[in-house]
């Protein structure tokens, strides 16, 4: 089992930037994909980010050049560096840790970003 604790979320001007922080409660060495997600009133939740085991990350396209995914294996911390927000980014964030063996889809409580024009 792991635990996912987001943080990092508030308040912003459209142009202003945030971090948020997803900490686990235990190695995120062995989790295959840590991957961002958020989901807007109204709406169904969305895939922002991922960062795989290997490395690789991916972005949709509506924040490539805006956020940038980043993981800490010593701090057992993913990071979601988010510039140049605008308030179509405002939505609940969630953190999201996909393990395949033993198999393992963990989510954590999400932190309210919320972008004012």
């Known amino acids: 089992q792991v635990q996912l604790v987001e943080s990092g979320g508030g308040l912003v001007q459209a142009g202003g930037s945030l971090r948020l922080s997803c900490a686990a409660s235990?190695?995120?060495?062995?989790?295959?994909?840590m991957r961002w997600y958020r989901q807007a009133p109204g709406k169904q939740r969305e895939l922002v980010a991922s960062f795989t085991r290997a490395g690789m990350t991916h972005y949709v396209d509506f924040v490539k050049g805006r956020f940038t995914i980043s993981r800490d294996n010593a701090k057992n911390t993913v990071y979601l560096q988010m510039n140049s927000l605008k308030p179509e980014d405002t939505a609940v964030y969630y953190c999201n840790a996909l393990r395949g063996y033993p198999p393992g889809d963990y989510w954590g409580q999400g932190t309210q970003v919320t972008v004012s024009s």
């Open positions: 235990r190695s995120i060495f062995s989790i295959d994909v």
